[in-house]
């Protein structure tokens, strides 16, 4: 009997097709009702924008429109964003499954394997507080029980919209989120010129400039910490399909995260662009357990007319008022150890930098690298990250004594740090080598010589915090902490993940923002500085906790010019560190006059970084002017308006000037980059931002005899944008600076 069943078994395997056997003996679909909604439209709207939802009678939402103000959203009640191609259309937050096969801001895997999620419209709210309106949008996947919600901030006098979404997941299993976008935005068929930004070690900020065609462009960064070194969260876009400072609709966009991201730009089959922003999904299918909720970083969206001028003025506005910590206060010019001293120094060496600082009326003194390690003295970059205490063999004294040297000349004090790292020549990397970034059984790998600590794990957060805080205890006069982060995640991993390494790229940023609340909860007035070999961490997401960004380690004058350029089209200039070094300048061997290095630097936050003692007499009587007239006008580079005039990347010239918000004063920066006989007087810079009714003084700063046969006197608004500003340059890498006064 067992025998014969085992036959009949063995005959229906052998005549029943492999993959029926798979199939249920019964199957039922069974769909979901989604219940109807009343058609109507969600209207987010800025003092100068307008964005506006749609949802339909089957509550699908989409973006109609975004850009200049529309009138009554009504009139879109109707709007056929898809023509006769309705299901190709994105939506609001399209997702993987239902009916659109474009890119996904949304993925889920669910506990039974589909992936299909399809959300609809539920309800929404409006909340205005402060100058700030936000919408949420409730969505909902009827099948799943997951829920999205779409927030939109608007900042209403800025003319900026912050996008972000919170996914729940209201089922009973846990899920994957594959990826979890911040927004997605839906723009019309048309052609659109990207800018965006790469860059290397020294070379940060690049401008690239490409038409958008079909298919998608990505930029993105699979790097962890050191994230904005290859690409920057953020960009530029011209619809239209031309680059122009002055006219055209621009919209600026940057995402506010410090880790791996992506920002996607499909142009559909229909002309649509899409973009889509967010967290980097690579190796990072997030796990949501029944009940747990996720929340995106925010996606960051301005609107002008007024071209890539009028976007970045916006931007900056913004990011004075909520994106910088303390944005707009004015940080002290600064005289930095690095690369004066290196590595080399004793507490004379700094007691007599500070007498320098102090004596060109400079206001603070930086102590860069090199001030810690006891049994592993860091005297190179080969030992001593992670033991933090004070290498008494160089500052006997003690880092109290020096920052009360300072302060007793009337400077501040600062102190540069990089709590996250670890050289395996350290007492910190013997006792704890789970805390270090690694995978099993594989290599870890270093980079600067160093490795890097697990942010994901609590105890190296308490750790981090613990350096920042211990640090700035060393004495009650520190003032200024530079904050470094020298390399980038390599064989990633985390000992305390355990099983769990998808959580790690997206736990380890969390874990770095859970540093910063605790270094703001309890320190907010020490002014700090996002250092990352210079500008690799330069985006909203840390600029939140942080005053200031050291924008590179190249501090050639020409070399900066692109980099500040590039930076200033989404970041504020009040953040931007910028240092009058030696030359041959130390990255890139270029020899430039000390006035253009002055007046280059001079155009963000200023500072030095060279002994000051290899200075001429007559070097610094000029370096001594440079300060004074700076703070002269210096509350226009952290809270004027900024218009760029000509770009490093054209022409002879470079050349930019902040107005007031009154528009009585201005400052005009022209730096000649080329000289060919035609620069001599042939030039005209119009100057832009002006009140063309108003008389303004024009005085050349930071020299005796003026570049401009104009120097001194009064002329109209109208005469000094409409083609009567000309001064006039004979050598390359020579530069002026002019003070606006309104009389
Ligand atoms: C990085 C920073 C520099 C300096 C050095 C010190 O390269 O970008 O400014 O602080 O580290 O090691």
Redesign the pocket.
Known sequence: MKFRLLLLAALLVAVIPADARKRPQKFSHQTFDIPAVQPRVIDVETSGTQLVLQVDAKGTVRTVHYGAPAGDPAQFMEFDAGGQHNFSAPTTYPTAGGTFNGLDALHVKYSDGSQNTELYYTSHEVQVRDGITTTTVHLKDYVTSLEADLIYDACVPEDVILMHAVIRNCGKKAVELRNAASASLNLPAGKYLLTHFYGGWATEMQMDQTILTHDTKVIETRRGTQATQGNNPSFMLSPGGTYSETDGEAIAGALAWSGNFRISFEIDQSDRLNIVSGINPFASAYPLRAGDSFTTPEMIYTWSGEGAGGASRNMHRWARKYGVWKGGQVNPTLLNS?EGAYFTFATETLLRMIDDAASMGLEMFVL??GWFGLEHPRNS?KAGLGDWEVNTDKIPEGIDYVAKYAHSKGLKFGI?I?PEMVNPDSNLAAAHPEWIVQSPGRDIYMSRNQWLLDLTNPAVQDFVFGVFDRTVSLSPDIDYI?W?S?RRVMSFGSPYLGDEQDRFFIEYVQGLYNVCRRMREKYPDIIVQC????GNRVDYGSMRWFNEV?TS?NTDAISRTRIQWGTSLVYPPCVMGSHVSAVPNHQTGNVTPLKFRFDVASSGRLGMELQPKTLTDEERALADRCIRSYKGYRDLVFNGDLYRLSSPYEGDFYSLMYVSPDRRRAVVFCYCLRFQNHSIGGHVFRLRGLDPALKYRVTEQNVDGSCWWGDGRTFSGSFLSGGGFNPVFREADTSAVFLLEAV
């Open positions: 690095w860069d690298d970059d540069w990089e530079k470094d020298n250092c990352s070999s210079g050291w380690d």
